[in-house]
């Protein structure tokens, strides 16, 4: 049965030159990118930071990288690990795993062994491509356990001039070598006039598996196919009303899906430059802006938070920062109104998840998102083109709720991925008869303006990144003086949530054990967003009669 919400009520608040629905095409994430290099090959694909390389050589790179890839033993479905920061590798890498019909399965640079083992063989990938810096910091001994049957590493400071100073970011940076590892800067120069065979690739071909964390069990690999890619980055395109004279600042980590879609799918798309300085520095941020007139991004709040405390903010010139868009993580109405005020900027909200491609809801450029008199919340903005999205009764799903009421957000269209990989019982429950059950609680109001109100999963959001707090509680497990511990999310004010623990010690062990040094332990075995920054001793956890534990106790706990 129809409700209020198959009438798409939010198509009111599209400006004129958003269609109502976008033309579903055949392209993909990869023939965007080789119709923008061939269109304009002489065009900035990417500046990094203060050089400039063309479509034509992100091309030209790409293709020897896919000839090396190929005689490595990489084909058409296979799998390779991109485990890099942002670094213009990153596109050779996608578009020479690409350009054989691969997937990449982008990883975060911070991970450590234990965390890339379970990647590597969830996956089943073939090849592992990473920083030397990053290959010399691992034993990567844990790699024989693993279908991974090369190593290729390349270095920072490899694509630029090698009689430019290096940027002040990476003055101490020294190329190292690594045992058994292949050389991407040899594997260009052997590969100069290899041929590849097209892949023809489709639509419906995975272009990554993006690992996310659901409601229950270890990390999924959401399969973001070509067709979603090249959708969603049309979707930005419009709303955002994207063209040639646009610059985008990637400020999100590429290996995420905003980093995917919002940073190196839409500037694929529309033939325009990526600046990419290695890592997220505010201070580096505002001098490119600057630089490089830098219009637009998506980054998570506490990259704003992070500009507006820089002495710099008010020195440097962004008035061409005019599509600055924020997601990920809940956006203040007094932080947006503070970056204004400092800025002369506006920062527009956009919502949505690796499932959906990054943007299921967004602002549109020109509007400012109304505020939810009830909560205090800023919308997240309206759905884009194609899509219906419902609110749905929290009991079993089943159940539309009408404007103003409080249940799930459940969305559908050509942004859905397919599933997770090789996980069909995590599908069935994340995906009905395409619709995704997001585990996010909202509501839309009789306009059609969207708003999310809180979270049904316990997943915490760290400064944009997610966090699975079973991840956490198996690392605290390790310490051999831990009975118990269950790990929560407690607001902070610059990362949005930040990662506590409470724990429970062994029998006499509470005198010899500090907050400090259950920190130092997780900070050494886990990803530097993950690990705790508070610990809370106590003598038990709170439990069900089933022995489950009560979280929403920690919480009030936690926040008290």
Sequence with gaps: MDTIYESRPWLKNYPPWVPKDLEITTATALSDFKASAARRPEAAAVYYFDHVLTYGDTDSLSDRLAAAFADLGLNKGDRIIVDLQNVPQFLMAIYAAWKLGAIVVPVNPMYKEQELLYFCKDSGAKLFFTLDEIAASLDLAFLKETSITEIITTC?????????????????????????????????????????????????????????????????????????????????????????????????????????????????????????YYRFDAGETLR????????????????????????????????????????????????????????????????????????????????????????????????????????????????????????????????????????PQETKHAIRNGWLYTGDVGKMDADGWFYVVDRKKDMIVASGYKVWPRDVEDVIYQHPAVRETAVIGVPDTYRGETVKAFVALKEGMQDAVTAEEIISFCKARMAAYKYPRQVEFVTEIPKTLTGKFLRRNLREKGVS
Aim: with cysteine; charged share 15%.
């Design 288 to 423: 490119l802006i600057e630089h490089w007139k830098a219009t637009m991004t998506v980054g998570s709040i506490t990259v704003f938070i992070a500009l507006m405390n820089h002495p710099d903010i008010t020195e440097r010139n962004l008035t061409s920062f005019v599509k600055a868009y924020s997601g990920g993580a809940p956006v203040s109405e007094a932080i947006v109104n503070q970056f204004e005020e400092l800025t002369g900027q506006y920062i527009y909200n956009v919502y949505g998840m690796t499932e959906t491609n990054s943007p299921s809801h967004i602002v549109p450029w020109g509007k400012r998102a109304p505020v939810d008199p009830e909560s205090g919340a800023l919308s997240v903005g309206v759905p884009v083109p194609n899509c219906v999205m419902k609110i749905m009764d929290l009991d079993d799903g089943t159940k539309a709720l009408a404007p103003g009421e409080v249940g799930e957000i459940v969305d559908s269209g050509p942004i859905i991925v397919p599933g997770y990989w090789q996980k």
């Design 156 to 276: 920072a400071l490899d694509l630029l001039p090698s009689n430019m100073d290096p940027p002040a970011m990476l003055k101490e940076m020294k190329q190292v070598s690594v045992d058994g590892a292949l050389s991407m800067s040899e594997l260009l120069e052997n590969y100069r006039d290899s041929d590849i065979v097209d892949p023809q690739l489709a639509p419906d071909d995975i272009a990554y598996l993006t690992y996310t964390s659901g409601t229950t069990g270890p990390p999924k690999g959401a399969m973001n196919t070509h067709g979603n890619i090249a959708f969603n980055a049309r979707a930005y395109q419009a709303i955002q009303r994207v063209d040639e004279s646009d610059v985008v600042i990637g400020v999100a980590p590429l290996f995420h899906v905003t980093g995917e879609v919002a940073h190196l799918a839409i500037a694929a798309l529309a033939g325009i430059p990526l600046i990419l």
